[in-house]
């Protein structure tokens, strides 16, 4: 259940979504049911859209610029795993896939979802939260995994709390996390122990491979030089032929 300005949207299951008004909220009016073909699990709300997860394992993107009649405008099936939970980071949309790890989508075009990659954490992943840059994810048997994505790419795990009794759902309150684990609530905080490599001065020019890739509407690329230098940044298609150039002038690392 969730709402957006004076519209409060229920999943009905199998039946669809309630949309009740409730601009009085002493009197509130069915406005309609929304039928969908997908047996409707959990609301996300993200940029101005709702997603979706479904009891057969698909993530519907929601358009509702019109809150009386939201619209689906793409959907993406995680296959025989179930969609556990998400967690939205930047144009990126992580999927809590159970024994299938945690999966990684491009959301920057959300008519599109696009699939990344899969990282194993080595656990089944019961569901995800974000703060900040850190996944937490949790397992009603091995407690909490923190995860380091701020270098999406590369996600590493960072620490962990194994909770006494079944991990299931996280706060954040302020700097720290608050698990219910069924038994009990535990106050967890996060000391940062590790020290980042500091950038270093390239010694030599190189070139990095765009991220992401496979990419929808857009991508980045990386290059390095060890000094100013004048610099021409073409793109050209498989037959050699110069599409586009993307930057010219005199940079350093860029």
């Known amino acids: ?12 299951g ?3 979504i309630e949309i009740v008004d409730i601009s009085n909220p002493q ?4 406005v309609s049911i929304q039928q969908l073909i997908h047996n409707i699990e959990k609301f ?3 940029s101005n859209l709702v997603y979706a997860t479904t009891y057969d394992s698909i993530i519907l993107a929601l358009d509702v610029n019109d809150p009386a009649n939201p619209a689906v405008i793409s959907q993406y099936d995680c296959g025989n795993y179930p969609v556990n939970g998400l967690a939205f980071y930047d144009t990126l949309c992580f999927i809590a896939n159970g024994e299938n790890g945690i999966l990684k989508l491009d959301n920057s075009d959300p008519n599109d ?25 949790s397992n009603a048997y091995t407690g909490v995994t923190l995860i380091d994505i701020i270098d999406p790419a590369n996600p590493e795990v960072c620490g962990s709390f194994n909770s006494p009794g079944s991990a299931e759902e996280i706060l954040t309150i302020g700097d720290d996390y608050l698990l219910n684990d069924h ?15 500091q950038t270093q001065i390239p010694t030599a ?8 890739n496979p990419f929808n ?30 930057d010219k002038g005199r940079h350093g690392r860029h």
Do not use: C, W
């Open 217 to 246: 509407a857009a991508t980045t690329i990386s290059y390095s030089l060890p000094s100013q230098s004048e610099v021409r940044l073409d793109i050209y298609d498989i037959l050699g032929r110069r599409v586009r150039s993307l």
């Open 27 to 30: 009197y509130p009016i069915q």
């Open 113 to 137: 979802l696009t699939f990344i990659s899969q990282f194993d954490p080595g656990f089944i992943v019961d569901n995800l939260y974000l703060k900040d840059s850190y996944l937490l994810a």
């Open 183 to 197: 038994s009990s609530l535990i106050l967890l905080h996060q000391t940062i122990t590790d020290i980042k490599p």
């Open 44 to 46: 996300y709300l993200h």
């Open 205 to 212: 020019f190189s070139l990095s491979p765009n991220y992401p």
């Open 14 to 16: 199998d039946r669809g």
């Open 1 to 12: 259940m969730f709402s957006i300005d004076d519209y409060l949207y229920i999943s009905l």
